[in-house]
């Protein structure tokens, strides 16, 4: 089955340290991998895509995601988290009947 | 650039009652998906239509229904309400099936 999986529930990082969420996928072609980011009692906002090509995708507001194949991972990064960061965020991709599938979220919390 | 809008953004309904909820996407999009968020998971896929035709169908039950109309807005229908469809709605539109999708803040039904 075709399924993306967020390992990771709740992170908490503190404000100006690095961040890395983990997302991992399992499909048998090039999939079609997002990142998004949802704020409390709002809709989703996109942060970056990848459907081919170079696999490190640069997104808004400093982030960064690495499509690595042998992995089956698509983790996104950013370098010096900000206070505004603290929300859920989201991986997706398409399965092959064309239908977005979404990890079930990690929360992050960012500590002053 | 109007983003994609859902209206109503708030909604209360008792049980076995029916629901209309409406979504205008973002200028030039043709594709429209619907999505059911419950607390503490991600999106799951309800239906996609394309050029006003459905392109897929998630597993929900027939009492979930949409449709698109010519402008490209849609509607998401669901009858005989259970206390398990309280959730957020996402609607996300799209200019092709497989592109980025752009999510509106979603309508926040409450069944009673």
């Known amino acids: 089955a075709q399924s993306v999986t967020q390992p990771d529930i709740h992170i908490t990082v503190s404000e100006g340290a690095s961040l890395e969420l983990r997302c991992n996928y399992s499909?048998?072609?090039?999939?079609?991998l997002f990142w998004y980011v949802q704020s409390p009692g709002q809709g989703l906002q996109l942060l970056l895509k990848?459907?081919?090509?170079?696999?490190l995708v640069q997104g808004i507001k400093g982030f960064e995601a690495e499509f690595k194949r042998s992995q089956s991972s698509f983790n996104l990064r950013k370098p010096s988290v900000h206070w505004s960061d603290a929300a859920e965020y989201f991986c997706?991709?398409?399965?092959?009947?064309?239908?977005?599938?979404f990890g079930q979220g990690t929360e992050l919390s960012v500590k002053p | 650039d109007a983003g994609v809008t859902q209206s109503p953004t708030h909604l209360i309904k008792t049980r076995g009652q029916h629901v209309t909820l409406r979504c205008s996407p973002i200028?030039?999009?043709?594709?429209v998906s619907w999505y059911q968020q419950v607390l503490g998971q991600g999106p799951q896929f309800i239906f996609q239509?394309?050029?006003?035709?459905?392109?897929g169908r998630g597993n929900f039950p027939d009492r979930f229904s949409a449709r698109q109309f010519p402008n490209y807005s849609s509607e998401l229908n669901v009858n005989a309400l259970l206390l398990g469809d309280s959730a957020l709605y996402l609607c996300?539109?799209?200019?092709?099936?497989?592109?980025?999708?752009?999510f509106g803040p979603g309508t926040r039904l409450t069944v009673t």
């Open positions: 996300a539109s799209s200019s092709d099936s497989f592109w980025g999708q752009y």
């Open positions: 499909y048998g072609a090039t999939p079609y």
């Open positions: 990848y459907f081919s090509g170079d696999t």
């Open positions: 997706a991709g398409y399965n092959q009947g064309g239908k977005l599938i």
């Open positions: 200028s030039g999009h043709k594709s």
């Open positions: 239509y394309y050029e006003k035709e459905e392109r």
